[in-house]
């Protein structure tokens, strides 16, 4: 069974998709996976995202009946600068990122809740525009701004995902990863809260899409006079 994300007019997202890296690709690989067994209905995913949705909010390696999955490649490690028993910032973002998928594919198996080129920023503000108002959105979007520390990022962020699983909004999560560890860095909080801001108040309003489409309306041809496929 393969399963798609249905158009959707209303989501420019990824139109303002950035390119992942390397360890982004990696974890956008692994989510796709268990995103792939989980919408086949396969014993194996189901029990691995229940696991998953458990150790939200641990510590990585909290929980030994999870590593398997949130277990980083040697080659993603940076360990130049920490102790042989310091969590990386690979580490932490693979554990943050695969709970986070858990909870946000949770109950939804007929669509995918990880999908290719959609940021945070853009997801939050299609959000913001499925809720009645879009003013309880704004207010957790930006106390995940003004958030101070990796812990404080991490609650915030399960909040959204969960207001997103109900609105059945997909996020990229390999992206996402990228996000968290340069997040962890000590010049890195400025940069992602700038990324995730832009991201958000690039989304055109409904109004936008209203113009255009009246727009649309007035100088389409009559169905007899439209232009041929190409």
């Given at each position: 069974?393969?399963?798609?994300?249905?158009?959707?007019?209303?989501?420019?997202?990824?139109?303002?998709?950035?390119?992942?890296?390397?360890?982004?690709?990696?974890?956008?690989?692994?989510?796709?996976?268990?995103?792939?067994?989980?919408?086949?209905?396969?014993?194996?995913?189901?029990?691995?995202?229940?696991?998953?949705?458990?150790?939200?909010?641990?510590?990585p390696a909290?929980?030994?009946?999870?590593?398997?999955?949130?277990?980083?490649?040697?080659?993603?490690?940076?360990?130049?600068?920490?102790?042989?028993?310091?969590?990386?910032?690979?580490?932490?973002?693979?554990?943050?990122?695969?709970?986070?998928?858990?909870?946000?594919q949770q109950?939804?198996?007929?669509?995918?809740?990880?999908?290719?080129?959609?940021?945070?920023?853009?997801?939050?503000?299609?959000?913001?525009?499925?809720?009645?108002?879009?003013?309880?959105?704004?207010?957790?979007?930006?106390?995940?701004?003004?958030?101070?520390?990796?812990?404080?990022?991490?609650?915030?962020?399960?909040?959204?995902?969960?207001?997103?699983?109900?609105?059945?909004?997909?996020?990229?999560?390999?992206?996402?990863?990228?996000?968290?560890?340069?997040?962890?860095?000590?010049?890195?909080?400025?940069?992602?809260?700038?990324?995730?801001?832009?991201?958000?108040?690039?989304?055109?309003?409904?109004?936008?899409?209203?113009?255009?489409?009246?727009?649309?309306?007035?100088?389409?041809?009559?169905?007899?006079?439209?232009?041929?496929?190409?």
């Amino acid at each position: 069974m393969t399963v798609t994300a249905p158009a959707d007019n209303d989501s420019p997202t990824v139109r303002h998709a950035r390119r992942r890296g390397s360890f982004g690709g990696y974890v956008a690989a692994k989510v796709a996976a268990l995103q792939d067994g989980y919408l086949r209905e396969e014993s194996y995913a189901v029990a691995v995202l229940a696991r998953l949705r458990r150790a939200v909010g641990r510590e990585p390696a909290a929980d030994f009946t999870i590593l398997e999955q949130t277990r980083v490649a040697e080659r993603h490690l940076d360990r130049s600068r920490l102790d042989v028993d310091a969590v990386a910032h690979t580490e932490q973002a693979m554990h943050t990122v695969l709970t986070l998928y858990a909870v946000h594919q949770q109950s939804i198996r007929d669509l995918s809740m990880h999908q290719d080129g959609v940021g945070l920023g853009a997801a939050v503000a299609r959000l913001a525009r499925q809720t009645d108002g879009g003013d309880a959105v704004h207010r957790r979007f930006a106390a995940l701004g003004t958030a101070t520390s990796y812990t404080a990022v991490t609650t915030h962020l399960r909040g959204l995902v969960r207001l997103l699983r109900d609105r059945r909004i997909p996020l990229d999560y390999g992206v996402l990863a990228e996000d968290l560890v340069t997040l962890q860095k000590p010049w890195g909080p400025a940069q992602v809260r700038g990324r995730w801001g832009r991201d958000f108040y690039r989304q055109p309003e409904p109004r936008d899409h209203q113009e255009a489409g009246s727009t649309d309306l007035t100088t389409n041809a009559a169905p007899d006079q439209t232009a041929p496929e190409e």
